[in-house]
């Protein structure tokens, strides 16, 4: 669940890279088709070398005929010019970081089906060497500034691991195998509070903590421990100190979101007996960075613990040794992550998630006016801060997936091409970025996508996809989904109604225990203005979304009979059954107090109780392991419209968490969306499944 008019012309700083075409006339841009979501190439984490003439990336590709993901790690020079692969195309490697000293590259990879390690690679080549050999999956690390250390974090290994990896030291001395014979799974014995956590499953008392890691003695030290998970380790720059992420509330960290910035020595043998608290703040403390100088630490914080999520998260700062803590951001009122200071010290940069977009801002470290040095409609989704004051960012734009930007001069450029031969190849609907007032009078925005070959002052189909979170917002990013609908002939409708970030906090916490109702309102205020601009066509509308945005159509399809089809994947609408079922335990209590307690408020959030009222053929979809948003809630809905007589299916998908990972799962899904909503608002004769089934053929989807 909480897992986001004027064209979408970009600043003055972006000036984008002319591709290179060939001597042979291009062919004529097809529309998009759901094949093609494989073909797009997923960039992300740019890392600078410390001298900054070089960039690595890791590149995800989705495969249908294998059925599975892969990442591999690119470099590319950071001026531009052609990229080169660092890792094989045959296993999965990601998480690069440059060795201080410029020499190598560590990353984190399985290969041969063992645990994720930390692997090291020179930066001229050769084959890649592991470096560490844990029972447990390495979930972490960075390079200590003298380039010998490493830090890693490492959850407690299972007593499963720690016998496998026995197993495999007998195996390794003797070159023997011995007979493996099936073992019952033991039960899981749960006595914490929080006790689930989507694509982990139930929790026990193993934790994640900070590890030393000497590349000489290839030996690992524990410097961290107890009842609690540490995590975003950040060097000190002369090396003697960590700073970290840890929730050491009293008397259970599971009861509260006080997670706090702490440091310890980098020499600890005590397993961390002696750590400091440096933030005291009582709301979540995150994201540590070092000044230069090495006394102070810049974080975010969000100031109202109660709020949680609805909070907006704030750049502060704080002397190492602790004392007060100033807050840069707090005027600014925007959703900050990622704090980076300038070489000099002078500056700290930022992320801000701002009016439908995320630019890359930076501020003065003592307060006052930010800039923006990548700016515009666009979507900044990570970067990479030089130790000459290089910068390079993970951009996307409406139309084109992310890519790695330098900006020399102040000029955003493309340093990488991964898509763009694919996106030469498509016709796209531009996704106009529109405002429009709630019932209320409040201003709303959103992206509207038109469908291919639009005509003026023609009516189209359309389909209204509220987002998930509901602390989240649809960006100025390209997405594949709005494209296919488009290129199917419908008007596609993103909004951004209040729950959404980039709009302040209390446009955020508009919905506050109050689910369902101004947010319904905002997101009906998009269809009734497409309608008012003459695209949408009030006979075929269609509503869906994914976690809360299938949470919110079950709350749209229970007050309104205006939608011929509706799609509600990995939605919830009897929220009583999801406690102690999901992972929101904590957050269901600080928003709607104990279910027990607060009957009539658990009740009125729940559309549920309105599925009478529902007449709109509504097909109920997600994964049978996903622990965010579990597939109870579609199954509830499901059976109860089943029991009414209302058209409805359910469709489950095995193996899947609230995200789906496997490539053939998410076309089935695709070509499902087009199939039920073609038959249902298009009208098509075609059944509203991509594959006619026997009703009592009761198969898997594959």
Not at 60 to 74: C, F, G, H, M, V
Not at 260 to 276: F, I, M, R
Request: glycine share 8%; aromatic share 10%; with cysteine.
């Amino acid at each position: 669940m909480r897992l986001v008019s004027r064209s979408s012309v970009l600043s003055t700083f972006l000036v984008l890279a002319p591709s290179v075409f060939s001597q042979q006339p291009a062919p004529a841009p097809r529309a998009i088709a759901i094949d093609d979501y494989f073909q797009i190439r997923e960039v992300r984490d740019p890392q600078l070398s410390p001298d900054s003439n070089w960039t690595s990336y890791t590149v995800k590709t989705a495969s249908l005929k294998e059925d599975k993901n892969k990442d591999r790690i690119w470099m590319v020079p950071t001026a531009g010019g052609e990229a080169i692969p660092l890792t094989a195309e045959s296993v999965s490697s990601s998480h690069a970081r440059w060795s201080p000293d410029g020499k190598f590259i560590a990353f984190l990879s399985a290969r041969n089906e063992g645990k994720s390690q930390v692997w090291l690679i020179n930066r001229l080549g050769g084959e890649a060497q592991r470096l560490t050999d844990t029972p447990q999956d390495v979930d972490d690390f960075a390079w200590s500034p003298d380039s010998r250390r490493l830090v890693v974090i490492l959850r407690d290994p299972s007593p499963e691991e720690i016998e496998a990896a026995k197993e495999k030291e007998e195996k390794d001395k003797d070159g023997s195998e011995k007979e493996k014979k099936p073992k019952a799974q033991k039960p899981w014995v749960i006595d914490r509070l929080q006790f689930k956590e989507d694509e982990i499953g139930y929790l026990d008392r193993r934790r994640t903590h900070l590890y030393l890691f000497d590349l000489a003695a290839k030996s690992p030290t524990q410097i961290t421990s107890g009842e609690y998970d540490d995590s975003q380790p950040a060097w000190s720059p002369d090396g003697k100190l960590l700073a970290f992420t840890s929730n050491r509330s009293k008397p259970d960290p599971d009861a509260t979101y006080d997670s706090n910035v702490w440091v310890v020595a980098a020499d600890n043998t005590d397993k961390g007996g002696h750590v400091t608290q440096v933030t005291i703040n009582p709301g979540a403390d995150s994201s540590p960075a070092w000044s230069p100088d090495g006394k102070w630490i810049a974080y975010v914080t969000q100031l109202e613990p109660r709020l949680f999520d609805y909070a907006t998260k704030h750049l502060a700062v704080i002397p190492v040794a602790g004392g007060e803590a100033k807050v840069l951001t707090q005027a600014f009122d925007r959703m900050v992550s990622l704090p980076r200071f300038s070489p000099d010290g002078e500056f700290i940069f930022f992320i801000a998630d701002d009016d439908g977009t995320q630019n890359l801002c930076q501020i003065p470290a003592t307060g006052g006016k930010i800039k923006r040095p990548i700016e515009g409609r666009l979507m900044v989704n990570d970067y990479a801060l030089g130790k000459n004051g290089t910068i390079v960012g993970q951009v996307a734009t409406i139309d084109h997936p992310d890519e790695i930007y330098g900006i020399p001069g102040g000029k955003l450029t493309q340093i990488t091409h991964a898509n763009d031969s694919l996106m030469s190849q498509l016709k796209l609907s531009h996704g106009e970025y529109v405002h429009f007032k709630s019932k209320d009078g409040t201003v709303v925005s959103g992206y509207l996508y038109k469908p291919l070959g639009y005509v003026p002052d023609r009516k189209y189909p359309t389909i209204l996809r509220p987002h998930g979170g509901p602390v989240w917002a649809y960006y100025a990013e390209f997405a594949h989904l709005p494209q296919l609908f488009a290129a199917n002939g419908y008007a596609v409708l993103y909004p951004n109604p209040r729950g959404s970030t980039g709009y302040g906090q209390q446009f955020a916490r508009a919905i506050w225990a109050d689910w369902g109702n101004k947010d319904f309102q905002d997101d009906m205020a998009m269809v009734d203005y497409a309608i008012e601009q003459g695209i949408a066509d009030p006979e075929k509308l269609a509503v869906g979304g994914w976690s809360y945005g299938g949470i919110s159509t079950d709350f749209i399809i229970a007050q309104t009979n205006r939608f011929k089809a509706a799609i509600s994947g990995a939605g919830s609408a009897q929220f009583t059954s999801f406690y102690g079922h999901d992972q929101y335990q904590r957050d269901y209590e600080a928003e709607l107090g104990h279910p027990w307690e607060n009957k009539a408020v658990w009740e009125k959030v729940s559309p549920f109780f309105r599925v009478a009222n529902i007449a709109t053929p509504t097909l109920f979809m997600g994964g049978d392991i996903d622990w965010n948003v579990p597939i109870l809630g579609g199954e509830q809905m499901y059976q109860a419209m089943k029991r009414l007589g209302r058209p409805t299916e359910l469709v489950v998908y095995p193996g899947e968490y609230h995200e789906f990972k496997t490539p053939s799962h998410i076309k089935d899904r695709l070509e499902r969306y087009v199939a039920w909503y073609g038959h249902y608002v298009k009208g098509d004769a075609a059944s509203p499944r991509p594959v006619e089934k026997s009703s009592a053929d009761a198969k898997p989807a594959s």
